[in-house]
């Protein structure tokens, strides 16, 4: 019996299970982060700064100069002379960019914040000795712990709040303690935000008209009504990412994605997955391969016959379709006619800032505490994203809130980012070591029915996109399919983050793009290269991806019926269904 084997059918009264019960006690209390693995991050860090005295002399040396600098730069602010600032903030801190940071003593504390930051990165990096993925722990660790101390967060030392309490005397702290007990009597009885309120599924969100056309145990697939008077005969199946709901990508009228490819003349399908419980923490990889990509892909062959498929996966959609659709080629089923990757890693060497939280400690210290309730919470997925950006998601939106009284504007995307999901077990667990960890499929080592799958063995066109910003699927690492692929491979590169990249409807401000095409076998074309060489367009990426599956496509048809009633796939109740409203 394997260890995963064991994890799963070990009685409460095993003195193992005692301990993960530990484990998942604490980690309510760290926020599903292994102690452990911190400890062995700064134990290794803090051993080899100790054993280099030359490196403890050059850090002591450049806190002394940077110590006189800003002593030199308060004196001249005093003086009232004009003096630069003897540092400036990195390009995507905002924190000080009022004209009132420039004022004594605002200046002197923001410097001097700046500078400490600047020391800590150079004190934690470049240790000679130090595990890289420590290194970057230590880093990361440091950083949010400086963020935290922050002159911004703070009455006292933040000019912008003082100047709004002086000149609201005192209303907007009354309005801040408001908003911060009104959200935490939401946040324990598990209630979303006011302004998340303004958002409902199937009234503002998830409108395009269509039905459920088939339900199994961790999805509903939903086909869109037609709107026009013929369609591509090959139909698209979308699988969004499981940590998601689905209508990500049918956001409010205009900014739906697959609003957009209805009205181009496609018959659309997607994947709405359930939102797992305690009853389905054994439901494993191979289940969502099975249920959520070979199950759909039976029934549109049944609703659409004798055509094929244009697959289209999302994040970690993606990554499962992919693993589809090796094991079809290998096995030699040509359902599929291309395959569109959206922001979806193949390869997880470069997995960006989430390869913080994944190594053998914290994975097995995540495995206890998903142990306990029988899944990953929405709370630890949303804590681990909004560390990576605690900036702009935790500690700007404080100030904001219970410092300047003020609520932020709600929008669609924000509305659907905080409808966050669920995620069993085992699949959770089985993904972060066969993928995350140990990079399998990439490997040689992800086996379907008992053989290894190779991204290799696709042999349909690929579209993959990346978005210039992403901190979930980097798109340096995205780019890798254009090596790891042997057949044709267009990749494009779009402005934005992971979700508001991918959301980039036509007439959205300030989009382009990036685009090439790669043929199979061709010489390798290094990302920086493609950054540099590569003409930037103007606008949407969304009409260059419609030409590319249009291209690809067969000659108009009238449109196909909803659901296939006497195939036992008749259209059942109206999207945008029952999984995606499940709390």
């Known amino acids: 019996m394997t ?4 994890a799963f059918s070990e009685q409460v009264t095993d003195p193992v299970a005692w301990d993960r019960l530990l484990h998942a006690l604490m980690g309510r209390m760290t926020g599903g982060i292994s102690p452990t ?4 991050a700064f134990f290794d860090w803090a051993g080899h700064l100790a054993l280099n005295p030359g490196r403890q002399g050059a850090l002591q040396e450049k806190a002394l100069r940077k110590a006189l600098r800003l002593a030199a ?3 001249h602010c005093l003086a009232d002379d004009e003096q630069t600032r003897c540092i400036e903030p990195l390009p995507d801190d905002q924190r000080f ?3 009132a940071w420039g004022n004594w003593p605002f200046s002197f504390i923001h410097q001097a914040f700046l500078l400490q930051q600047q020391w800590w990165h150079v004190a934690t990096t470049g240790v000679p000795g130090v595990n890289p993925h420590h290194e970057e722990v230590v880093n990361f660790t440091v950083r949010q712990m400086l963020d935290m101390v922050s002159p911004s967060n703070f009455l006292p030392t933040n000019p912008e709040v003082l100047e709004r309490t002086v000149n609201e005397r005192g209303a907007n702290l009354v309005r801040g303690g408001s908003n911060w007990l009104e959200d935490v009597q939401r946040e324990l009885a598990g209630r979303p935000q006011a302004s998340d309120e303004d958002y409902q599924v199937g009234r503002d969100l998830a409108v395009t008209p269509g039905k459920v056309v088939h339900r199994n145990a961790l999805m509903e697939l939903i086909q869109y009504e037609p709107t026009t008077n013929t369609v591509h005969p090959e139909p698209v199946l979308i699988v ?10 049918d956001l409010q009228p205009g900014r739906s994605l697959i609003e957009y490819l209805v009205g181009q003349g496609h018959t659309v399908f997607v994947v709405s997955w359930k939102n797992p419980g305690p009853e389905d923490r054994g439901m494993g990889m191979a289940d969502y391969r099975r249920l959520g990509v070979n199950d759909p892909l039976d029934v549109v062959n049944h609703i659409v016959p004798d055509q094929k498929v244009h697959g289209v996966g999302y994040c970690l959609g993606g990554t499962l379709l992919t693993l589809a659709a090796a094991a079809m080629a290998r096995d030699g089923d040509d359902r599929l006619a291309t395959l569109s990757l959206l922001a979806t890693q193949t390869d997880f060497t470069e997995p960006g800032e989430l390869d913080l939280f994944i190594d053998e400690s914290q994975v097995s210290f ?7 309730r029988g899944y990953l919470g929405r709370d630890r997925m949303a804590g681990a994203f909004h560390l990576l950006r605690s900036q702009d998601l935790v500690w700007s939106r404080m100030i904001r809130h219970y410092l300047m009284g003020e609520r932020d504007s709600t929008f669609d995307l924000m509305a659907w980012n905080a409808d966050a999901t669920r995620l069993p077990y ?12 140990h990079n399998d499929l990439v490997e040689g080592r992800y086996d379907i029915g008992g053989q290894p799958v190779s991204v290799a063995d696709i042999d349909i066109p690929i579209f993959s996109v990346a978005t210039q910003k992403d901190h979930i699927a980097p798109w340096h690492s995205v780019y890798k399919i254009t090596r790891l692929a042997r057949t044709d491979v267009t990749f494009l590169l779009t402005r934005g983050g992971h979700n508001a990249g991918i959301v980039s409807e036509p007439g959205h401000p300030r989009r382009h793009y990036q685009i090439r095409h790669f043929k199979p076998l061709e010489p390798t074309y290094p990302a920086e290269r493609f950054e540099r ?3 930037q367009q103007e606008g949407s990426w969304w009409p260059a991806w419609q030409d590319w599956l249009a291209q690809r496509s067969g000659q108009a048809v009238a449109p196909p019926s909803l659901g296939a009633p006497s195939q036992g796939y008749a259209p059942d109740v109206e999207a945008p269904g029952e999984y995606v409203l499940m709390p």
């Open 3 to 6: 260890r995963l084997d064991h």
């Open 37 to 40: 693995a911190l400890q062995l």
């Open 73 to 75: 730069y308060s004196g």
């Open 97 to 99: 960019e009022a004209p």
């Open 240 to 249: 969004p990412a499981w940590i998601m709901k689905y209508y990500i990508l």
């Open 366 to 372: 995540l495995e206890d505490v998903m142990w306990a």
């Open 426 to 437: 085992r699949m959770h667990s089985e993904y972060l070591r066969s993928l995350f960890l």
């Open 533 to 535: 060489e590569t003409p």
